[in-house]
């Protein structure tokens, strides 16, 4: 987070752990907007500038800009510009990075936060569900438990990425059956990886920006990915069978280092929030037709797309996942199931 001297002449700090002093005057938002705003965030995201989730992220950006009055700017870097995936939540946790774009997968590595619940296999009905979920009682005790574990991570709201989907190489999968030895690529988690364990397949974990490389090449037999990743990233061009096996339906979070967090004050705080929200309706309305044109510009690439009229033995086949997994955690997913 960077400060930058304001009209009302506060002192200007650069660096990551900024102490603000009682002298500066708070900024109204009736005031006039600064030529170069005060604060500016970091925001990193891995996917590429063109991907629904880095457009909602860019939407978010313009939102705090347009309620700070041009006072706060958040700068997004996309396409992995600041690093990977693990790296990014390192950099949250110490606040060498302001903001991120997160997914309930890999955050359920990170310590015992309740959002990784979000990331088991087949635990939402539909999108629906999903939403009735997360915007609801449920989604605001998970976000609060982000902070309250001891995560060093704030989340302000969730998004929808889409459901995760298997793309493959050289044949199509129609079953189960057809991933037993696939190796297919995992990033950096032990659920997703014991979950393409449990469908048969070899997970290999490696960074996103390896992935196109290791497909072409034929290094892993495939990945996987929801659909506007798999077109924005063109990783149908090397792997052109998609099936959509629907495995998890984890939602992304919208992230700010704690250490930032701290050091706005309430009504910075508040300005955040507020854009959030509004991203989060963005993303939700825009997530439907983002998907829809995908499946459709996949089709002209004449990529196969696999449709399953039956999930029951994937679904089947991830009983020991939760036994895994769900910890003390049952009640919380039973919950979540029972939501209508």
């Not at 997968?105 to 619940?117: N, P, Y």
């Not at 438990?145 to 929808?160: A, I, P, R, T, W």
């Not at 129609?174 to 037993?180: A, G, M, R, V």
């Not at 029951?312 to 939760?322: D, S």
Request: charged share 25%; net charge negative.
């Amino acid at each position: 987070m960077k400060y930058r001297k304001s009209k009302v002449g506060c002192a200007v700090l650069m660096g990551v752990t900024i102490t603000l002093l009682s002298a500066c005057t708070p900024f109204s938002l009736e005031q006039e907007s600064t030529a170069e705003p005060e604060i500016i965030l970091r925001y990193a995201e891995v996917n590429p500038s063109d991907h629904i989730i880095t457009m909602t992220g860019k939407y978010f950006a313009d939102q705090v800009k347009e309620l700070s009055n041009g006072r706060i700017e958040i700068e997004v870097y996309d396409a992995g510009k600041l690093g990977n995936d693990a790296q990014y939540y390192e950099q949250l946790q110490i606040g060498a990075l302001d903001m991120y774009r997160g997914n309930a997968i890999a955050l359920e590595s990170i310590g015992d936060m309740e959002v990784g619940v979000m990331a088991m296999p087949y635990l939402f009905r539909n999108t629906e569900h999903f939403w009735k979920v997360c915007d609801g009682e449920i989604g605001d005790e998970i976000l609060a438990n982000m902070q309250e574990s001891g995560s060093h991570m704030v989340g302000l709201c969730f998004l929808d990425e889409g459901a995760r989907n298997i793309m493959t190489v050289k044949r199509p999968v129609k079953s189960i059956k057809d991933l037993q030895g696939l190796k297919i690529r995992s990033m950096q988690d032990d659920l997703l990886c014991d979950v393409l364990r449990a469908t048969g397949a070899e997970p290999v974990v490696m960074d996103y920006a390896d992935v196109y490389s290791a497909l072409q090449s034929g290094a892993v037999d495939g990945a996987e990915n929801p659909v506007c990743s798999y077109y924005s990233n063109k990783f149908y061009k090397v792997a052109p069978y998609y099936t959509m096996d629907a495995h998890t339906h984890s939602p992304s979070v919208i992230l700010i280092s704690e250490l930032t967090w701290k050091h706005l004050s309430e009504e910075d705080r508040q300005i955040l929030r507020t854009a959030a929200d509004r991203a989060k309706n963005y993303n939700k309305a825009a997530i439907e037709s983002a998907e829809a044109e995908a499946y459709q510009k996949l089709s002209k690439e004449k990529v196969t797309i696999i449709k399953l009229d039956d999930r029951t033995e994937w679904q089947e086949a991830m009983e020991g996942i939760y036994k895994s997994y769900a910890g003390s955690h049952y009640e919380l997913i039973e919950k979540i199931k029972n939501v209508k």
